[in-house]
């Protein structure tokens, strides 16, 4: 059977095993983030304005500042993860520090007797989602990785994956997934990993593949480290209308650096059993860019209450992957350490375009001595797309989120006290799973606090925000199907500074 090379570093493959829901949830949903005020007060500020992060919820929010005004924040994140798996239970503890939110506002009042009383040029920007976190699980499973490469193998002619004459096994490797699939590629790397074996090595024609280890439970341990960041750059214009009315537009662009670590290292077998250990390693990098764009209005009934809406389009991201994979065994050829992290599998670009929101907002003011702020947003998930659409593998995954995600309702609620130049403030945060059935990813529960000391031309703010939410974490798409259940809290602690002109 004759393949065709490809360059030893490079796979172009339209048909992915790589791009699955968890996309689609990770760009579409974005974390508590920005300044010091905004988090303290759980980003209530839909029916506010007067900061530059709350140009997430409203654009109409810009036109509500009285001055020119430049701020930067810089926050420590800290993640708590209780992970539990089988019989076993592992805490893992994530610190790291981002400077994360910086951005200006220029206001130009209208002197004349125009209804036009105030135009607002902004710019902003805001970490809008940190995937630095990790977790650890080790456990006594059912199910080893011998699973997921039989999921992979039953149905691909063995002839088919075999090497050629003066063939180099990473050349293979990349050849077999850029001509043949990522099915076939994995088969490929479960045989000369020499974690699984078809039923007739003599018979190129064979279809069924069986496995090298032998147990009823298996010692498991897998690390999951995650890092890079969903950044978010705005470009604002909003304008003030008679003396109670606001209005704004933004442009969003958005930057994605994501990378996942995943190792799996097994041990305990049956002493009868051929393989008596196991590794598998992974490494996914993605990058790309997004774009969408808000709408919003703010309204002052009167001195007392304000209420907001906005609209936030969906965003439409362009992203490429790349992964890498290592793997062995005690059966495996010896040359697979050469199918390693330096051997890179390059997919073709894809786009994921994540649903739009509906943001309405409620705030009382109280004078100078302090307000209530309260947001309830609306996103369907279930309209969420993988694209191109065309691409089989899209349809398929495309056709699960429609059946398994859901309406997304969330809840924000702020309030600030202000004595003298000092302020309290205070905040909850409550977010639907965007699972029907809400297991997979629970509610996400926050609470926030902090405090601000107001110095006339500049201000000082401190906040401290905490998550809490459980999520069923999947090992590998396919073959090990036990998840690792995993309570997530995290606890961020953010210091602002903000001058005014």
Known sequence: MKRYLTFITLLLCAIASAQNINDVLRYSNEDLQGSARFQSMA?????????????????AGAAVFKNSQFGFSGTNYNRNNDASYFDGFNNTKLNS???????????????DESPWRKLTLAVNYDLAKNFDNEFFVSGNSTQGIDNYFLDFAQGV????????????????????????????????????????????????????????????????????????????????GAAQYGENLYLGASLNFHTILYNKYDELTEGGFDP????????????????????????????????????????????????TDDLAQRVNSDFADEDINFI??????????????????????LALVFGKNGLLSFDYGYQDMSSAKLRPESDASFATVNNEIANTLGQVSSFRLGGEYRIQRFSLRGGYRFEQ?????????????????????????????????????????????????????VDRINTNVTLGYTMNF
């Open 43 to 59: 980003g209530a500020f839909g029916a506010l304005g007067g900061d530059l992060s709350a140009l997430n919820v409203n654009p």
């Open 97 to 111: 520090l981002e400077f994360n939110q910086v951005g200006g506002v220029i206001v130009f009042n209208n002197k």
């Open 157 to 236: 002619p063995f002839g088919s994956i075999l090497l050629q004459d003066g063939e180099l096994l990473e050349e293979a490797y990349l050849d077999i997934g850029a001509q043949q699939g990522f099915a076939d590629q994995q088969a490929f790397l479960g045989y000369y990993g020499g974690i699984i074996d078809p039923v007739d090595e003599t018979d190129d024609n064979n279809t069924a593949y069986i496995s090298n280890s032998n147990y009823s439970t298996v010692n498991q341990e897998f690390l999951r480290r995650t890092t890079g960041y969903n950044s978010k750059f705005v470009v604002n």
């Open 272 to 319: 009868t059993s051929p393989n008596q250990f196991t590794t598998f390693d992974n490494y996914l990098r993605t990058e790309g860019n997004g774009f969408s764009f808000s709408l919003g209005a703010i309204g002052k009934l009167n001195e007392f209450i304000r209420l907001g809406a906005s609209y936030q389009s969906p965003t439409w991201y362009r992203l």
């Open 340 to 361: 390693n992290f330096d051997v890179v599998n390059l997919f073709e670009a894809y786009n994921v375009k994540t649903p739009g929101k509906l943001t309405g907002s």
């Open 433 to 485: 799973s965007p699972f029907v059935s809400g297991n997979i990813i629970g509610d996400l529960n926050g609470y926030s606090g902090g405090l601000g000391i107001n110095f006339g031309s500049s201000r000082l703010d401190l906040s401290l925000n905490r998550t809490e939410q459980q999520v069923s974490e999947s090992l590998f798409d396919t073959g090990i199907t036990t998840p690792a259940i």
